[in-house]
């Protein structure tokens, strides 16, 4: 074997190998140097960091390359296991092996970096070659050189797709809170779930908390085809047991798996070899499950495929729940505009046919009775006497609208005085009668319970005016199993709760809609039963709210 005619040529080419822009560029060129160097007819080495990197130099014989690699198998295996220390101090040993019936030796040693081993490089030379001392220091400083270099490159190649990564991450955080269309957050998580893992496939599900089902809101192939609603249980396959147990999962052979159910590809048409699966979690609670399969290159998922999603579903996660509760708030102004506008004819409605009409039937009145000073003025005084009954009861509509609108006594003295000023004015309006049996409590209401439950009870008697042909109305309010229960009975008609809630949006009204989200928002529960036939015939609402959410929390002190 040559020895090197000039140190700082072997510098120059060794710095050559320094220029380039990847591990597996910087292996090619540093064997094609050590093989020159060294008189080699081809060289072989080994590197095992995430992933191993095999790369080969030169004119290597069939035989030569199988035992190369039964050796480079077995030191894959080794570190497969874990760390493997070097424990010699200066030079590395090397395994010298003739192959019987040939001309050339395979010479192996181990790379080793910080004082781990992290591959192996393996010369084939001459059979008649001996290792001179010189050449094994020669041997020994490039092995060290080549082991050093390649931990550097691996090192930046970490940092390098950490801040691709992070940039990535920045753009894909920055897209995602621009936009609260769900249908193309889901789509844009796909795609970014696809492209950073090099995944064939990637499938997103979300619970439906209703049901306690996950449902596939999408599918997103190589090809860009979707699948969509396709249902499944918890812990149903692997994607079930994800969202069940809230952990992610990294499984590079799904056959072997217990958990893997094959029903679910025969549902969304994708064969699934490897899978790296992790929840969609807002504060400590699993929404839903994104996963990625069959990892394009072959090589299978990897620990830091599992961190990448997972980081991924994190910020997914966030935008899907505030894309939700955009979608809500949009729903709840949309609801709250279709209810002023219920109200508003609701005002108008009263307004014709209560006072309206009185003030109508008044104007009518007075034209009449001008004429009668004319020709019957005896029949004056009568005439007077009705317009006046007439005028009293105009004004009696017009201050319960006025109430109803808003019952400033509601406000100074709260509940229970409101109520029975409201029952008062409608036992002087209506043709029905209000009857109030109403506790006293202990504590004030809070102010939001005070005008919910007031809200409540006034659209019951709404409902009561309008359909139920009622002679009474008994409005209950006590204390019942740490709750307040408030019961709003009439003897009317009654109705099917069941076929009215079927046709409910055909018939323009949200009475009941109304009543029921009113009740939601303090915590309480509003149910409603309704009988067409019998002696108990009539409707009955109740709504109960637990104590500890009705009362103004007491300061310390008081009794």
Known sequence: MANLPYRNQLIRQLSESLKATNLKDFLEHSLATIGEVMNARGCSVLVVFNRPLSVKWGKIAPRALSQIEAWEARIRDQLRQGVWT??????PPVNELTLPETDVKILNMPLAAQRKVIGSLSLIVDSDFTLSPQDAQTLTSLTKWVAEAAALYRRLEIAYDRLR?????FQIGQHMVSTF???ELLMDTMEVANLILDAMAASLMLIKEETQELVMEMVYGEEGETVRMVKSKLGEGIVGWVAEH???LLINDVQKDPRFNPKVDARTGVLTKSIVCVPLQIKGKTIGVLEVINKRSGDGFDEEDLKLLSTIAAQAAIAIENAK??????????????????????????LHDSTVQFLSAISMGLDHLERLLEIKPEAVKAELEALRRMTKQAIKETRLLLFELRPLILESQGLIPALKSYVEQLNNTEAFQVKLEAEEFKGPFKRTVERTLFSIIQ????????????????????????????QITDDGTGFDLKEVMEKYEERGSLGLVNMQERAKLIGAQLSIDSRTTGPNHGTTVTVRIPEAQAFELRKEGQD
């Open 181 to 183: 269309d769900l249908n």
């Open 165 to 169: 990564h992070l940039e990535l991450f």
């Open 459 to 486: 659209e019951a008697i709404t409902n009561v005016k309008k359909h139920a042909q009622a002679k009474n109305v008994w409005i209950k309010i006590f204390s019942e199993d740490n709750s307040v229960v408030v």
């Open 246 to 248: 809230g952990k992610p």
């Open 86 to 91: 070097a424990h010699w101090v200066d030079s």
């Open 325 to 350: 509760l955009y979608q809500s708030l949009k729903e709840e102004k949309d609801r709250l505009i279709q209810v002023q506008e219920e109200v508003r004819r609701e005002l108008a409605r009263n």
